[in-house]
């Protein structure tokens, strides 16, 4: 009997599949399997935490948004759900920790409408809607008092006449015909994503007080007014003042970014407001020369820290890192024209309140969390992008000496502190793992406990592995370089390690340029890095020079140079892969989106190299994009003049000046509803002059979608714009067939012709 048990254990040893599954390898539909962490609040005693969990829906055509309860003391048990959704988001708690206010989007006809705000007790009971305004309400705070809740909204800069009744026969004649004729006075006029912006409309802040919640919906009394919309705002401790940034400037593309910091006092007998009160006054606190964002003010409500990326006047910068900014100030005394401030990371060249990119953070309920003063006033906890990686890190108020408070080789993609830092939550992203919470130490030890693993039962399946991290000397103006080094993400084929010592083996491989240029790959998920690579690519994906989280010069080095030596180092990376001897460089692809998709146009302009191109949301001519982007360039940041008056420069950069050097076969993605790079300005032109030219060529088109299709498009389109990118490379690197991208179909015959 024991022998025969034996006998068993060694044949389930032998095959494991007998008793555990197998790891597969991801696919591009694994997707719709995800689940994501967004938006992430600790309880005010640190016990519990809501967050935002976001899945794809059943139709696969969007996502669902709820809303979660996680039981801090008990790592790795799941969350319970609180709402239903399908778009709860920004989930707040009350001071006492006893409620939680929320927003949420019903739908109507299929299509959610305008969110409103909701509050739901904790000892339980349905949620409770508490407002009802036409363009709806988002980032909701609590005073700290608990009396009442702050809100955005879009206000209409010039009040509806109210019509009498009298009037009401010609009101209703005049609304017969409601135009849709757009009529544009403002360069910037729609922005990517969002599309045509009203200019009629600006944000402003409104208030609902507790007191008067109850089962209809609060009439809320609008505290800020006017034509200038509310930025970010938050509130004095006292909760007798609400801080915010505003920027008084009708035209703003006309000087580099900048905003005031506004102060805004809260009488104590608000409750007793309706929507007829008339709006306090607010007063200026200070006018900034560049803009500050994530304002946070401290406990003792003596300064308000913020981020702000201070441009140099008289040379402004393609690229200013943000800096961690303290403020001091007292709502009691009139304000000095400038209040005594202090930059507390000017001699910390890393990316404050910055990161690194990925594919796969939540694309619909997401939250980052901003600034944090810890209870004694002595620090703040921010995050920070530091050579490819974003940490979580405490930054001492007085000193701004930073201390690292979670490991390397992973992402920080969103936190939440307890006001007395006694505890920490961070969501972190690996290349393995979209992410999880997990609770950090505050000593700077760097430990960390696992709280959540929302993804367990899809990842347990996956055969996913860490990339390989290469430092790669650069060879073209290396002067140039802090360091002297660029560092290149390699991603192998899950296989790579069983076939290694397969000599004769030679993977095609795939260089993928990120975007920006301004950004940064780093140790966070990437679906489209494991997705190629699963289906047999050696990936490559460098941080060239421009990248950020390397320091403010390394940044900066490609300004009024771009494309140019970012190119060069994309190739040194290709090349210190291929001289380790297992990339087959006859079969090398290029893709990128972006600025990647620019340097992809570039690069074929350039070398031969490569046998296959995909140019995802692209820029081909630098004039033809000045004129249709969503966003103005009147600032000499990446270019010296407009290009009519800098004709060279901008003809120099552009791809498409290059456009008779081309001889490698390219597919073009394009979202139709893409106003950053539009695409009559990208893949549409080098499209229509590869046909001329007779090189192989075709372009995939998403409707509707935006910049975005990548990130948060819509799920179907994710996973077709996967498909279509290594289709195109499988064609020309593998020799698949791939008769979609045939110009006659495959069993067309020709028509029937009469002969003589």
């Known amino acids: ?111 959610p409408q305008p969110a409103q705000l909701y509050v739901l007790s904790l000892a339980g009971g349905e949620p409770v809607q ?22 955005l909204s879009e206000t209409p800069i010039v009040p509806e006449p109210k019509t009498e009744k009298s009037d009401k026969k010609d009101a209703t004649k005049a609304e017969e015909h409601k135009s849709d004729v757009r009529i544009i006075t403002k360069a910037v006029y729609r922005n990517n994503g969002s599309g045509y912006i009203d200019t009629k409309d600006a944000e402003q802040l409104y208030l609902f007080y507790a007191a008067k919640i109850g089962s209809k919906p609060v009439t809320p ?68 020369t560049f803009a500050a964002s994530g ?79 810890t209870s004694d006033g002595k620090s703040l906890i921010d995050v920070v992008g530091k050579q490819g990686r974003a940490l979580l890190v405490s930054i001492d108020a007085k000193t701004g000496a930073v201390k690292e408070l979670t490991a390397e080789k992973q992402a920080v993609v969103g936190f939440t502190v307890k006001p007395d830092a006694t505890k920490m939550l961070a969501l972190i992203s690996t290349p393995v793992n979209i992410g999880d919470l997990f609770s950090v130490a505050a000593d700077g030890s760097k430990q960390q406990t696992q709280l959540t693993d929302v993804n367990k039962a899809l990842f347990s399946q996956l055969n996913l592995t860490m990339p390989e991290d290469m430092q790669v000397t650069p060879t073209a103006n290396a002067k140039d370089i802090p360091g002297s080094r660029i560092e290149s993400f390699v991603q192998l084929p899950p296989d790579f390690h069983e076939t290694s010592g397969d000599k004769t083996k030679k993977y095609p491989l795939i260089l993928n340029i990120h975007g920006g240029p301004h950004s940064a790959y780093g140790w966070v998920f990437d679906h489209e890095m494991q997705w190629m690579a699963a289906k047999g690519y050696v990936v490559v994906y460098p941080n060239p020079r421009g990248s950020t989280t390397y320091g403010q010069q390394f940044a900066n080095v490609i300004q009024h140079n771009y494309p140019g030596d970012d190119f060069h180092d994309l190739m040194d990376c290709v090349d210190a892969v291929v001289k380790l001897g297992y990339v087959d460089p006859a079969r090398m692809g290029v893709t990128g989106g972006s600025g990647g998709g620019l340097l992809t146009d570039w690069t074929v302009t350039q070398t031969t190299r490569f046998k296959a191109a995909v140019a995802q949301r692209d820029i081909t001519d630098w004039t033809n994009w000045w004129y249709t982007a969503d966003f103005t360039l009147f600032q000499p940041t990446w270019f010296e003049g407009a290009p009519f008056d800098k004709v060279e420069e901008f003809k120099k950069y552009s791809p498409i000046t290059y456009i008779t050097k081309v001889q490698t076969p390219m597919l073009f993605i394009l979202g139709e509803a893409d106003y950053r790079t539009p695409p009559t300005g990208g893949g549409e032109d080098f499209f229509r002059a590869l ?62 012709v009469k002969t003589n």
């Open 295 to 373: 304002l946070a003010v401290s406990p003792d409500g003596r300064h308000v820290a913020f981020h702000g990326d201070d441009q140099p006047l008289a040379k402004p910068r393609s690229h200013q890192q943000a800096d961690l900014f303290v403020m001091d100030i007292d709502p009691l005394q009139p304000a000095p024209a400038i209040p005594p401030m202090h930059n507390l990371t000017a001699n910390y060249d890393y990316e404050v309140g910055g990161g690194v990119g990925g594919d796969n953070t939540a694309p619909r309920g997401g939250g980052r969390g901003g600034l944090v003063w």
């Open 130 to 151: 508490v407002s009802a305004m036409e363009k709806g309400v988002g980032s909701p705070q609590w005073a700290p008092n608990g009396t009442c809740i702050a809100v």
């Open 691 to 752: 046909k001329y030219r007779h090189i192989d060529t075709a372009m995939v088109r998403f409707p509707g979608e935006s910049h975005e299709l990548s990130r948060s498009g819509q799920p179907w389109h994710r996973v077709e714009r996967l498909e279509n990118i290594v289709n195109w490379f499988d064609k020309y690197l593998m020799g698949v067939p791939e008769p979609q991208y045939d110009i006659v179909p495959a069993g067309a015959t020709p028509a029937s």
């Open 221 to 288: 009394w609008q505290v800020t007014a006017g034509r200038f919309p509310v930025g970010e705002f938050a509130w004095h401790p006292s909760s007798s003042n609400i801080y915010y940034t505003s920027e008084h400037v009708d035209e703003p593309y006309y000087d580099l970014p900048h905003n005031e910091i506004y102060v805004l006092d809260i009488p104590a007998d608000g409750a007793a407001k309706d929507e007829k009160a008339t709006p306090p006054l607010s007063a200026l606190v200070a006018k900034l």
């Open 1 to 111: 009997m024991r022998a025969r048990n034996l006998i068993a254990m060694v044949v389930c040893l032998l095959l494991p599949g007998v008793m555990f599954a197998q790891k597969r390898n991801i696919t591009e539909k694994d997707i719709f399997g995800f689940t994501w962490i967004g938006d992430t609040q600790l309880s005010p005693d640190g016990s519990r935490a809501a967050y935002v969990q976001t899945t794809v829906n059943a139709k696969r055509d969007g996502y669902d948004t709820a809303i979660y309860l996680l039981d801090t003391a008990q790592p790795m048990t799941p969350a319970r759900r609180l709402t239903n959704g399908p778009h709860d988001a920004q989930p707040r708690w009350s001071p006492d920790g006893t409620q939680l206010a929320f927003t949420r989007a019903v739908e109507k006809d299929g299509k």
